[in-house]
Every structure is written in structure tokens, then in C-alpha cells.
């Protein structure tokens, strides 16, 4: 039986960022990883899909300025943009991810993990090898979630694609169909079809983006039609045919959609179908409920942790490490017997997923929100105000591309006169989403808000013109 302070089941970068953050505290730490250290956003999601996108944005962007225009005299070269995935993905090798966890001194177990009691795990190696552990003060459940493939006849028996399949491909399909049209079924749209493939999306519900602002799933719409994706909405798939290894069938009310690939990307479920938690009293398959610094509720004396992914409180890397970095400080506190305060804002409670989470759609326009929109406002019952502003009529944007489009929106308390939500839609808004979290997060209010001047000319002068149009 080896012995650590603190034992992290799942080495992608929620389980990394609790293992450095108990390290530097003065604990012990384990990863423990089944796959790949760094998990899904370093192989499969956030890194190999966004440089997928890269290439044909910065070629739309150049091709969007008169004078550069000229200049663009080809299309995306679709195999340089796939082996510059393969680069971002270090071919699917962790060797640099495994250095550096030596680098700070938290040891690695390759294996699949498995709680078998309380504070202990037993991993078993591909080999089929057997290691027992044994945490002093905790046990950190960081294993994600994976595609959810809906109950839809003959989807399973098809071999359809999920993200991980798109996102390492080693071809350009002839064509694709995807069942979906959230952040993932939108982005891997876009990529696709400026890679050369014929695609058609598939949406169950009335609009795509459901929960974003209306303007951002009907931009998003009008921007993929325009670049030849057959996008359908209100749109049910009752049966999926596939004749061995030929083309795949969606039968749907729309009718029948016939594609060399079906790319399903319909959702997660959680990572925890094979992790003990019945052993500790849990659900096995189960989402876990979670208090603010990350433990599991159900867990008597606290030693259970879930973050990221598993706890279902925010499906993003960068929240996966903010619950990671509030979390582990709160291990390391609880370790040296302080008593510790998870008020609001605390240094140990990940309070920001509750309503100030931001997120970045990475289609052509981006879609960049953070916090609540106008409808989740309300619903949550704040008495609030929506004001919007059209970017393209900003200077800034009219520098940036010729015929720029896009829109923008913020959610007032207007009993707290502060930012609870904002949404941009338009090329290159990503790099404005910060300023409006600040925003959010720090309850800037709108009077003082107004005394931050944007530079002239860029398109942040729309942070002048959406308080203008509230009356300030």
C-alpha cells in the first residue's frame, strides 16, 4: 500500500491543477490516468478542435479587408491544417505532460482507478497489474465526462464519430452529418465544412446555441447557411441506417439525410460508471452533487472530492481548473486543521460557476458570453434590463473587417445597477469576453463602469454604446 495526503483520479487539466496546487501546499500527490496526462482538452476537445478553426478564421478575417483580400489566391490547405492539429496534440503522446508532473514532484500511476473504500484505490494497470493507494486526507474524483450518444434505433450499431472522432480525424470526410447543434455540433460545423466537407446539422430544438441569447444561435444559423452548411432546426432523427461500411442514414420529419459520416454531439454523461462509488455508498454513472469547495455532500468527514466535469456544476476547461485551484487550496487548509470560510469570493469556494461563468463559442462569428442572459435573469427572479447594440456600426469593427456583422448585449440588475450578464456575437469577440467577466464578477457599477474609457478606434468602444443606450 503506497500512502499520499491526496490521491487525484484523472490526470486532464482539472486533476493536474489540484495536484500543484497540494504540492506547493507541502502535501503528497498522485495522478492517476487510464489515457493520456492532460486529458480531453489537450487531446481531444478545447486544443486539437480550436486549431482546427484557426486556419480558415484567419483566412476568412483576411479575406474580410479589401487590400488583403487580393492577396488570399487559394483555400485552406485542409492536410496542413490537420497535421498542424496533430502538432497541438503532440501526436497523441503525453511524454511532456508526464515531465512535467516530475518537474513537480507529483508522481504519476498509469492505470485505471478505482475507489475501494474510504481514502483507498486500487489501480490496475493495462497490463493488468494491481496498485494500492492510500490517501491521508483526500481523494480527488477529476475523471470528466465523455459523448452522450442518444437512444436513437440503429445510432449505436452505426459507428457514429463523437467529438473525439472529429477532432482526430486524419481525412476530410466527403461528408458529414451531425446530430446536435450546441457549442460543439456549431464548431465542428465550421471546421468541417471550411475543410471541404459537405455537412448538414441537425438541431432537435427551434434554434442552435439554446443557451445563449437568441441573436447568437440566429447569427451563428444565418453564418453557417452562408457557407454552405444544410442546417436544419425543429428537427427530430427517429432512425439511423447503416449498410456495413457505406454511407450512413438519418431518417428524420425533415427527411432523409444520407452522409458518409454521422458526428454525434448530443450532450455528456459522466466519467464515473467504473470508479467505486458504490463501495462508498454512491451511485455509480452519477453526476455528484458537490458544496462549494468541490466536496461531495453525500461523504461523510469530507474526504471525497469531485471537480470538474464530474459535479455538472459548469462543462468548461477553464471552470474545471478554477473548482481545481479553489479545491485544492481548501485540501491544503483542511490538511493543517484551519478552519476555513467558503463565503463568496473566498480563496476556497468556486463560487463563480453559480452566475458569472464565461464562455467563448468558436464559430465564424464567435459567440463570447459570460453570466446569465436576459431570459436566465429573469427565471431566477432579478428584475432586470436587456440592452443591445448592433457591433457592426461601431468604428472599431469597420476597421477590423469590411462589413462587419454582429451584435452585443448586457443584462442589468436593475436594483443593484450592476452587470449579472453579456453576450457578443462578431469575428475576434473572445478577446472582449474578459472585460465584461471582470465586470460581472466584480459587481462594477454601471456609474463607475462608465468611467473606463475604450481606446478609439476598436471595437471596445461597444462597452460605450451599450451604456449610452441605457441611458447613462
Not at 497523441?92 to 473504500?117: C, F, H, M, P, Y
Not at 483507498?120 to 497489474?129: A, N, P, W
Amino acid at each position: 500500500m503506497q500512502t499520499y495526503d491526496v490521491i487525484v483520479i484523472g490526470a486532464g487539466s482539472t486533476g493536474q491543477n489540484i495536484a500543484d496546487r497540494a504540492v506547493r501546499g507541502g502535501l503528497t500527490a498522485v495522478l492517476v490516468e487510464a489515457e493520456l496526462i492532460g486529458g480531453e482538452c489537450s487531446y481531444w476537445a478545447c486544443m486539437p478542435s480550436k486549431a482546427l478553426l484557426r486556419g480558415p478564421e484567419a483566412v476568412a478575417a483576411a479575406k474580410a479587408v479589401d487590400g488583403a483580400a487580393q492577396a488570399v489566391t487559394g483555400t485552406v490547405d485542409a492536410s496542413a491544417t490537420l497535421a498542424r492539429r496533430t502538432r497541438f496534440t503532440h501526436d497523441w503522446n503525453d511524454a511532456s505532460q508526464l515531465e512535467w508532473a516530475t518537474s513537480k514532484s507529483i508522481d504519476v500511476v498509469r492505470g485505471s482507478g478505482r475507489l475501494t473504500g474510504e481514502r483507498t484505490v486500487r489501480v490496475t494497470g493495462s497490463d493488468g497489474s494491481s496498485t494500492e493507494l492510500a490517501a491521508t486526507h483526500a481523494v480527488a474524483l477529476c475523471t470528466g465526462s465523455a459523448a452522450s450518444v442518444p437512444p436513437i434505433p440503429g445510432l449505436a450499431q452505426a459507428r457514429p464519430w463523437t467529438p473525439r472522432e472529429a477532432t482526430s480525424a486524419q481525412r476530410v470526410p466527403g461528408s458529414l452529418a451531425i446530430i446536435g447543434g450546441g457549442v460543439v455540433g456549431c464548431e465542428l460545423a465550421t471546421a468541417w465544412r471550411a475543410l471541404g466537407a459537405d455537412v448538414t446539422l441537425l438541431q432537435r430544438g427551434e434554434r442552435l446555441l439554446a443557451g445563449n441569447e437568441d441573436f447568437a444561435g440566429e447569427l451563428v444559423a444565418s453564418a453557417l447557411r452562408a457557407a454552405g452548411v444544410d442546417v436544419r432546426t425543429g428537427v427530430t432523427t427517429t432512425e439511423v441506417i447503416r449498410d456495413g461500411d457505406g454511407p450512413t442514414t438519418m431518417v428524420t420529419g425533415d427527411g432523409d439525410v444520407t452522409a458518409e459520416v454521422v458526428l454525434v454531439a448530443a450532450g455528456r454523461r459522466a466519467r464515473t460508471e467504473d470508479v467505486g462509488l458504490e463501495t462508498v455508498g454512491l451511485e455509480e454513472g452519477s453526476w455528484l452533487d458537490v458544496d462549494d469547495t468541490c466536496r461531495v455532500r453525500a461523504i461523510e468527514d469530507g474526504w471525497l472530492y469531485a471537480v470538474g466535469d464530474v459535479n455538472h456544476r459548469a462543462l468548461l476547461t477553464h471552470m474545471g481548473k478554477y473548482q481545481a485551484r479553489m479545491s485544492g487550496e481548501a485540501i491544503v487548509a483542511r490538511a493543517r486543521g484551519e478552519e476555513i470560510s467558503a463565503t463568496p469570493w473566498s480563496r476556497y469556494a468556486a463560487t463563480a460557476d453559480h452566475a458569472a461563468v464565461p464562455s467563448v463559442v468558436f464559430t465564424e462569428p464567435q459567440v463570447a458570453s459570460v453570466g446569465r442572459t436576459e431570459r436566465g435573469a429573469r427565471e431566477d427572479g432579478l428584475r432586470v434590463r436587456g440592452v443591445e447594440y448592433d457591433l457592426g456600426a461601431i468604428a472599431g469593427s469597420s476597421v477590423y473587417a469590411d462589413g462587419y456583422t454582429g451584435r452585443a448585449k448586457i443584462v442589468v440588475d436593475e436594483d443593484r445597477k450592476v452587470l449579472v450578464g453579456a453576450t457578443f456575437v462578431g469575428a475576434g469577440v473572445g478577446e472582449l469576453l474578459h472585460s465584461a467577466t471582470v465586470a460581472v464578477v466584480g459587481e462594477v457599477p454601471l456609474e463607475r463602469l462608465w468611467h473606463a474609457v475604450p481606446s478609439y478606434p476598436t471595437i471596445s468602444e461597444i462597452w460605450l454604446r451599450l451604456l449610452e443606450n441605457y441611458g447613462l
